[in-house]
Each structure stands twice: as C-alpha cells, then as structure tokens.
Antibody
Framework: EVQLVESGGGLVQPGGSLRLSCAASGFTFNNYWIHWVRQAPGKGLVWVSRINSDGSSTDYADSVKGRFTISRDNAKNTLYLQMNSLRADDTAVYYC????????????WGQGTLVTVSS | DIQMTQSPSSLSASVGDRVTITCRASQSISSFLNWYQQKPGKAPELLIYAASSLQSGVPSRFSGSGSGTGFTLTISSLHPEDFAVYYCQQSYSTPFTFGPGTKVDIK
C-alpha cells in the first residue's frame, strides 16, 4: 500500500524557516516524481513544487520561488521542503503527493501537515 | 500561467441525481486534465486523469470528458459519499494549476 506521511509542520514567526518531510513507503520511491501542494484554511488547492525521480529537476510556483527548496533522499525514501523567509500567506496544510505518470498528476496523497506563520 | 475556472462554484443535489461540473482552461491543454475529490478534513483523492481515464478503485459512476479548453466531470447517480468538493487541475505545463473547486452538497 502506498503511504506518504508528512511531518515538520508547526507554528513559526514571519521571516522564519521550517523544513517539512514526507516519508514514503509501499512503493519504489526513486521511480516517481513527487509534488508538494498546499491548502490555506478554507481555501482551494495550490501546487507548490515538484521534483523528478532522481532529484535532478525541480519546478516551483512563482509565489515560493527563491524561498522554498524541494529535495529528496532516495536512500531514505524521504522528500523534503525547506521553507525560508516564511510569510503569513504561507499558512496552509502542506501535502506531498506521488505522481504516477511523471506528468503532473497527483495520484496518491499524504494526510498533510499544518504550517502556521504568525507572530 | 494557465488559469482554470469551474462552474458552478457550488450545487445542491439529491441522492440519485445526475451531476455535471464544468472546467475551463485559459488556453488549450489537450487532454492534460485531472479531477480530484476532497472531503472535509481529508486529503484530496484522484478520480480522473488525462481528462477521461478512471483512476483505479474509483466507482464507474464517475466519468470525465473533454479536450482543449473545455472539460466535464459527470457523476451519473449521486451517492451519499459523493458530497464533497471537486477540483480540476491542468498538468499541461508548470505551474500545475487547480480550479477553484465545486462544492456538491445535499439538497
């Protein structure tokens, strides 16, 4: 069974940093692209970033470019999102999602981790 | 960036009703269109990919159609567990944008 478990969320002050993790199991992690998608409270889904299977290629939404960095450790079956210079509008539940086709489709999702940016 | 719109933004329906949700892209995205269902407090789930392909395990009452800029998600006969928010998403090019969602609730 495909499992994705996010962790690392919490309360952080504006301008602060946080690193999210997404632990994968139940599939061959290094065969798949993985995405980060976020959802502000009561709002819709927003794609944040994606990384290809070997970590050599990444993409970001304009709203996080230069502040967030996606990475992966295929030996540990873990995805990361390093978030710097956090702002109040980064407050959201962050989901990691596996892309079954390497084409921008989010086929399996984790349960999400809440990031709150507030003073 | 490709903008996605959905209509209606919400609808009320009864169990057994046929429901259709429309999604439009600001430019042609061929068939690079996915549909997701999200229930309160839960992660989204993939229903349809590549505009019309049913994700494994998804009931056959869900179907998708369209190409280019116009797409539809149809639920042929609404079940109680189908009351949720539905999102379309384009996978044609980054940033991979979502529609604003359509909330389906009980009439």
């Amino acid at each position: 069974e495909v499992q994705l478990v996010e962790s690392g969320g919490g309360l952080v002050q504006p301008g602060g940093s946080l690193r999210l993790s997404c632990a994968a199991s139940g599939f061959t992690f290094n065969n798949y692209w993985i995405h980060w998608v976020r959802q502000a409270p009561g709002k819709g889904l927003v794609w944040v970033s994606r990384i290809n299977s070997d970590g050599s290629s990444t993409d970001y939404a304009d709203s996080v470019k230069g502040r967030f960095t996606i990475s992966r450790d295929n030996a540990k079956n873990t995805l990361y999102l390093q978030m710097n210079s956090l702002r109040a509008d980064d407050t959201a539940v962050y989901y990691c999602a596996r892309d079954p086709f390497a084409m921008g489709t989010m086929g399996s999702w984790g349960q999400g981790t809440l990031v709150t940016v507030s003073s | 960036d490709i903008q996605m719109t959905q209509s209606p933004s919400s609808l009320s329906a009864s169990v057994g009703d046929r429901v259709t949700i429309t999604c439009r892209a600001s430019q042609s995205i061929s068939s690079f269109l996915n549909w997701y269902q999200q229930k309160p407090g839960k992660a989204p789930e993939l229903l349809i990919y590549a505009a019309s392909s049913l994700q494994s395990g998804v009931p056959s009452r869900f179907s998708g159609s369209g190409s280019g800029t116009g797409f539809t998600l149809t639920i042929s006969s609404l079940h109680p567990e189908d009351f949720a928010v539905y999102y379309c998403q384009q996978s044609y090019s980054t940033p991979f944008t979502f529609g604003p969602g359509t909330k389906v609730d009980i009439k």
